[in-house]
């Protein structure tokens, strides 16, 4: 980990209505839907408004983020991890993860899933997703479902 890439980087929760929202967005678009051909349009959700918005923000700009949707009153679903490209494998999206994470258990939450596309599965693994049903694909790439119980993990993490 680049202790520069975190170190000067603030995470702060945001709404819709946030004047990062677009910016967000906007890393959205360029890192997840872009690539893959996608319209702009692919970018928003219906339950943005319903989700929490975890930005990081470095040198005035948005570099990361992470949402969650609640589906549930103790769950939902963890979606839109998005880093700057430059700024990937620099341990940037496990921190936007745990801080999310720290919150949700703040909220009362105990359990989260997510839908990751293979080849970032072990990324998730690492912090301590497990893969659960069967493989399917969704915006024309294959994906995993994955599932974390937070209560636990956080417990775990208290007693080391």
């Known amino acids: 980990m680049n202790p520069t890439a975190?170190?000067?980087?603030?995470?702060?929760?945001?709404h819709p209505e946030h004047p990062l929202y677009p910016e967000e967005l906007e890393l959205r678009f360029r890192v997840l839907r872009e690539p893959l051909g996608l319209p702009r349009s692919a970018v928003k959700f219906p339950f943005e408004a319903q989700s929490l918005h975890l930005v990081a923000r470095q040198g005035g700009a948005v570099v990361g983020c992470v949402l969650f949707n609640p589906e549930e009153a103790h769950?939902?679903?963890?979606?839109?991890?998005?880093?700057?490209?430059?700024?990937?494998?620099?341990?940037?999206?496990a921190r936007l993860v745990i801080a999310l994470e720290a919150e949700l258990v703040r909220r009362g939450f105990t359990h989260v899933h997510l839908h990751a596309r293979a080849p970032v599965a072990p990324f998730y693994e690492r912090l301590g997703y497990s893969v659960y049903g069967e493989p399917f694909t969704e915006v024309n790439i294959p994906h995993l479902h994955m599932r974390k119980a937070l209560a636990s993990s956080i417990l775990a993490a208290q007693k080391e």
């Open 6 to 14: 975190t170190a000067d980087t603030q995470l702060l929760f945001i």
């Open 75 to 93: 769950g939902g679903r963890l979606f839109q991890m998005a880093v700057a490209p430059s700024l990937q494998g620099q341990g940037l999206g």
